[in-house]
């Protein structure tokens, strides 16, 4: 990859995405693969007047040394010092950047369920700081980079050279780094989703109906105060902020025990730090799911539901064109940033508060009664086809097309 494209994405990343500000702190979590790029942050951070940049490596290998060979108690301990470390920059006001380019078979030897205990620790531990990025209270972003076993697992039949340069090119074209201005093309095109998002929280539905081809045939109740999102994001004092780069979805919260029906997976689900679950199928009653199966991963998909009792239900629903860029491209990812924003997805766990209207004067107790599904984690799972049917349906019975041919209808 070029390097002057590289520059472009840093300055996308720092300007857009987290939208860093004169005087604060950006805390970046990368892997130790990705550090020409994030050097390229770090330089562009201090362009913009960032007053520290605090980057925390992570290297994928060593990870998995652990998971294979450490003790079992210490998947039940988590670090004082790495808590602290988190909430002391949230506390100041910092940002953070995620730099997600994980190898999507990095833990298929090790037990799902050393996963799972660690996971649920880790989640629990950070409850406070995954409660402040969800709320909005902290600018924070997600991007990518290739790294080998990545690039590998998307292009199979490339040397691994040609491999992370296929993929760069993919990367580069879905977070518009072709465009001659990337920061105004984003622009465009986040006024654009913002122009869907306004017709949605105009209509007030109480109900959406899923179906396809493949069995789906699920309906999800919508909670009276919900609100439908997309794209950009807003801190308190105003400022503005990108989450996901690249992002095509427009997103809201299902009520909590309003889902039942069947649901099938179009895509691989990309579990973090666990494996891959695939050909997979969820069931609902009352908004729990009550059964579910998949071709491979089966224990993997055990465990994600198993994660704690908001994990058997349901935090988000999102719309995404089938004819989406990213959905263009023809390629699967492997990696959720990538593929939630080439189709239409739910997510297992927790729900978004700022999809909830007035949630920032509410308990917990308070959103639990209005729909709010809280839990330790967040897993998008994509359930998009080229013939999914999706209707919003209102209070009095009205059904207005949403989805046809797996495109948007309004």
Not at 143 to 150: E, R, S, Y
Not at 297 to 316: F, H, N, V
Request: proline share 5%.
């Amino acid at each position: 990859m070029e390097q002057a494209l590289i520059e472009k994405y840093a300055r996308l990343v720092v300007w857009v995405g987290v939208h860093l500000q004169k005087g604060q702190t950006l805390v970046i979590s990368s892997p130790i693969e990705c550090a020409p790029f994030t050097r390229s942050i770090v330089h562009e951070a201090y362009a913009a007047g960032a007053k520290n940049v605090v980057v925390n490596w992570e290297d994928e290998r060593t990870e998995q040394l652990k998971f294979l060979e450490a003790p079992d108690e210490i998947f039940r301990e988590f670090p004082e010092w790495q808590k602290q470390f988190y909430h002391e920059y949230l506390q100041m006001g910092a940002a953070f950047l995620k730099i997600a380019a994980p190898d999507p078979d990095l833990m298929k030897d090790v037990d799902p369920h050393r996963l799972g205990v660690y996971y649920h620790v880790m989640a629990g531990a950070l409850a406070e700081y995954q409660q402040r990025l969800s709320g909005n209270l902290n600018a924070w972003s997600v991007a990518a980079v290739p790294t080998k076993k990545w690039a590998q697992k998307v292009f199979p039949d490339c040397t691994e050279a040609e491999a992370v340069e296929k993929l760069w090119q993919a990367i580069a074209a879905c977070v518009r780094l072709d465009a001659d201005d990337p920061v105004a093309a984003w622009e465009d095109h986040i006024a654009a989703l913002k122009q869907h998002t306004a017709y949605l929280n105009q209509q007030h539905f109480r109900q959406l109906r899923y179906r396809n081809a493949a069995g789906t045939d699920l309906t999800v109740d919508l909670p009276e105060n919900h609100v439908w999102c997309s794209g950009r994001e807003q801190l308190p004092d105003g400022t503005c902020f990108l989450p996901n780069i690249p992002t095509e979805e427009i997103f809201t919260l299902p009520k909590k025990t309003g889902v039942n029906g069947v649901v099938y997976g179009s895509k691989p689900m990309t579990v973090k730090g666990s494996g891959v679950v695939e050909n997979f199928c969820l069931t609902f009653k009352d908004g729990k799911i009550i059964d579910f199966t998949a071709r491979k991963g089966l224990d993997t998909l055990r465990e994600l539901i198993a994660s704690d009792e908001g994990s058997r239900y349901l935090g988000e629903a999102a719309l995404v064109p089938f004819d989406s860029p990213i959905a263009k491209s023809g390629i699967l990812f492997w990696n959720t940033l990538f593929d939630e924003n080439a189709a239409c997805h739910l997510a297992i766990g927790n729900a978004l508060e700022f999809c909830l209207a007035g949630s920032g004067d509410m308990t917990a107790e308070q959103m639990e009664e209005q729909g709010f599904n809280h839990s330790v984690i967040h897993q998008d799972f994509m359930i998009g086809t080229r013939d999914l049917e999706i209707t919003g349906i209102k209070a009095d019975g009205q059904e207005i097309p949403l989805m046809r041919q797996g495109n948007l209808a309004f």
